[in-house]
């Protein structure tokens, strides 16, 4: 392969694998509520290659590539039909700001589950 093959190849593996859900996660949904991570991506690579003469009359190629990829976690945002929130992961700390969130976030969570349990209850009763 020569290097323009080479470098072409790398560059359209790389443009594969970015894409908007790269940066902007799959969102959860839970009563309402919108989660969506959102991440910080980074994206390198290096490529090489020369031609030449092994011996007298023989012609060399060489060539050779690599790249490397970064995925960090900067913060998420909450939609709500009232308002969205950012919450960055950096400064205050991704634990503290779960701490805040999370007893609102738990009490949904049980009072789905027990929705679902009701449900299934009365679906038991009329069978």
Do not use: R, W, Y
Not at 22 to 35: D, F, L, Q, S
Not at 64 to 70: F, N
Not at 71 to 91: H, R, Y
């Amino acid at each position: 392969m020569i290097v323009d093959d080479l470098l072409k190849t790398i560059t359209e593996e790389i443009a594969d694998m970015v894409s908007t859900k790269t940066v902007i996660g799959e969102h959860i949904i839970v009563e309402g509520k919108t989660i969506i991570p959102v991440t910080k991506v980074c994206f390198g690579f290096g490529s090489g290659g020369g031609e030449g003469k092994k011996k007298a009359g023989e012609e060399g190629t060489g060539g050779g590539g690599g790249g490397g990829a970064s995925i960090q976690p900067v913060a998420f945002l909450v939609v709500t039909p009232e308002d969205v929130q950012v919450f960055s992961i950096k400064g205050k700390g991704v634990l503290a700001q779960l701490t805040e969130i999370m007893p609102e976030m738990m009490e949904k969570c049980k009072s789905m589950m027990e929705e679902k349990n009701k449900e299934k209850t009365a679906e038991t009763e009329t069978n």
